[in-house]
C-alpha cells in the first residue's frame, strides 16, 4: 500500500517533470563566462571610469535577457511590437525596393543590398550589433515596445530546440517549425555551389503553421543564383528581380533542423568564448569554416531555424527569429570582448567585402548603417564597440 502509494506519486512527478524542466531556466558554461565577463566589467570600469558617464552607466544601462527568463505577457509585448512593425507601411520607394511592403521591410532591404560586405568582412559583429539595436529602437519608438530586446541562447535548447519556449509554437513563442515537406535531398551552404558543407533536410521546409507568424508575409529574395537546387527553400519562387528587392510574396518558411542546432551546444558555444583570444580567429570560427567542415556557432543558429532565416544569406532577417537569434551572437561577442576588456574591446580583423578577399581591411574608422529609409545614422565601427558607449546602453544578462 505505501510502497505503491509512493511509486505512484514518484510517477506522476516524472510525468510532470518533462513538460516543465523544457521550461525551466537554464545554466551553463556560456552564461558562466557572460556573469564572469560582468563582473570583469564592473572592476574596468571601477578603475577606469565609463566611457560616456554623462549618457549611460551600468545603473541604468538596459539589460538584454533570455527569451525563456522574460514573462508571458513580456514575450507577447515583444512579439505584439514586431507584428506592428511588420504592419507600418515602408519608407523605402517602390523605386528603389518594389517588395518592401513594411517598415519591418525596410530593414530587410539593406540586408540584402548590403549582404557580401557585411559577413565574413572585419564590420560583421558591429553591423549586426548596431542593426539589431536599431531594430529595437523601432519597437520602442514606433511600436511602443518599453522592453529591452530579448536574445535567444540556443545553448540551452540545442538538444532539442522546438521544446524550448522560444520555438514551441505556443502563443508566447516565436512560432515553430514549417509544415513538413518530404522527398527532398540534401542542400549545401553557404551556396550550393561549391558545395562546402552538406545539411540534411529539416523537419519543416513548408510555411510556418503555429503561433503569432504564421500569418507573417515574406516579402523579397530570393536571389535566382541561390535556387538552381531549391533544396532548403523548397517550393519559394526566385525573385522577380536579380537583386532580391522584388516583391515576391509568400508565407513565412522554416526547416528546423537537429544537425544545425548540434553545431550550437554549450561546450561549442563556451570553447567559442573561452579559446580564441585574437578577433581574427574568434570571429572566422564563429561565422564557420565549411572548407574544413565546421559550420560554426552563428551559422548553426541560422541554419537551426532553416527556411529563409537560415538558407537565405540575403534575406534572412525577413523572418523575426533573426533578432533574438543576432542578439545572442551580439551576447557571445559581448562575453568574449568582457573576457579581457584591455585587449579586445576595440579589436578588428578583417576585409571589407567578402567577394574581394584581397581587397582593403576594416578599420575602426568605417562607417555602418541602414542606407537612408531606415532613419538611423551612420556611426563608425569605434562607436560599436562598447554597449556602454556610442549609441548603446545595455548588457546582457
Ligand atoms: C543614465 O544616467 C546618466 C547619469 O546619471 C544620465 O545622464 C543618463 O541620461 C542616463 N541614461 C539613460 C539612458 O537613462
Ligand atoms: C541528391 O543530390 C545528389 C547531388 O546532386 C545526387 O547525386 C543524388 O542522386 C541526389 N539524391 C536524391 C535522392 O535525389
Ligand atoms: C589585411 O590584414 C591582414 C592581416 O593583418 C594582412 O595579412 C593583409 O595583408 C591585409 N590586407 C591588405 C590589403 O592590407
Ligand atoms: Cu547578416
Not at 513538413?180 to 540534401?186: A, D, L, V
Request: net charge positive.
Amino acid at each position: 500500500m505505501k510502497l505503491s502509494v509512493i511509486l505512484t506519486a514518484g510517477l506522476l512527478t516524472i510525468a510532470s517533470a518533462a513538460p516543465n524542466n523544457a521550461h525551466k531556466k537554464k545554466y551553463q558554461e556560456n552564461d558562466r563566462l557572460a556573469h564572469k565577463g560582468m563582473a570583469n566589467l564592473k572592476a574596468y570600469v571601477a578603475k577606469n571610469g565609463y566611457p560616456a558617464p554623462e549618457k549611460c552607466t551600468l545603473k541604468n544601462a538596459s539589460v538584454r535577457k533570455e527569451w525563456s527568463s522574460l514573462s508571458k505577457r513580456q514575450r507577447r509585448d515583444y512579439i505584439k511590437a514586431v507584428q506592428c512593425l511588420g504592419k507600418l507601411p515602408a519608407k523605402t520607394p517602390a523605386s528603389v525596393a518594389p517588395g518592401a511592403k513594411s517598415r519591418y521591410d525596410d530593414l530587410v532591404v539593406t540586408h540584402i543590398q548590403q549582404a557580401w560586405n557585411i559577413h565574413g568582412t572585419a564590420n560583421f559583429l558591429a553591423w549586426h550589433r548596431y542593426y539589431t539595436w536599431t531594430f529595437e529602437q523601432m519597437l520602442r519608438n514606433e511600436c511602443g515596445y518599453k522592453g529591452a530586446h530579448p536574445y535567444y541562447n540556443w545553448a540551452h535548447w540545442a538538444d532539442n530546440p522546438k521544446r524550448g519556449p522560444f520555438f514551441d509554437g505556443s502563443s508566447t513563442s516565436m512560432s515553430g517549425d514549417g509544415s513538413y515537406i518530404p522527398g527532398r535531398n540534401y542542400s549545401c551552404f553557404p551556396f550550393e555551389d561549391p558545395c562546402l558543407m552538406k545539411l540534411q533536410p529539416g523537419s519543416g521546409g513548408g510555411c510556418v503553421t503555429s503561433g503569432p507568424f504564421k500569418h507573417w508575409k515574406t516579402n523579397m529574395g530570393p536571389l535566382q543564383f541561390m535556387l538552381k537546387i531549391p533544396e532548403g527553400l523548397p517550393q519559394v519562387p526566385p525573385n522577380p528581380q536579380a537583386d532580391g528587392l522584388g516583391y515576391n510574396p509568400r508565407c513565412l518558411r522554416r526547416d528546423m533542423s537537429q544537425q544545425a542546432a548540434d553545431a550550437t551546444t554549450d561546450f561549442e558555444v563556451s570553447s567559442l568564448i573561452k579559446n580564441f583570444n585574437d578577433i581574427a580567429t574568434f570571429q572566422t570560427v564563429y561565422q564557420g569554416e565549411f572548407a574544413e567542415g565546421r559550420m560554426g556557432v552563428h551559422t548553426g543558429g541560422h541554419y537551426t531555424i532553416g527556411g529563409d532565416a537560415g538558407s537565405d544569406f540575403f534575406n534572412s532577417p525577413a523572418d523575426p527569429a533573426f533578432f533574438p537569434h543576432h542578439g545572442m551572437i551580439d551576447r557571445v561577442w559581448w562575453t568574449w570582448q568582457n573576457q579581457d576588456i584591455e585587449s579586445r574591446q576595440y579589436a578588428i580583423a578583417g576585409g571589407t567585402s567578402i567577394r574581394d578577399p584581397g581587397g582593403r581591411n576594416g578599420t575602426l574608422d568605417d562607417l555602418i548603417g541602414f542606407g537612408e529609409y531606415v532613419g538611423a545614422p551612420y556611426i563608425t565601427i569605434r562607436d560599436a564597440m562598447n554597449t556602454l558607449d556610442g549609441p548603446f546602453c545595455y548588457i546582457y544578462a
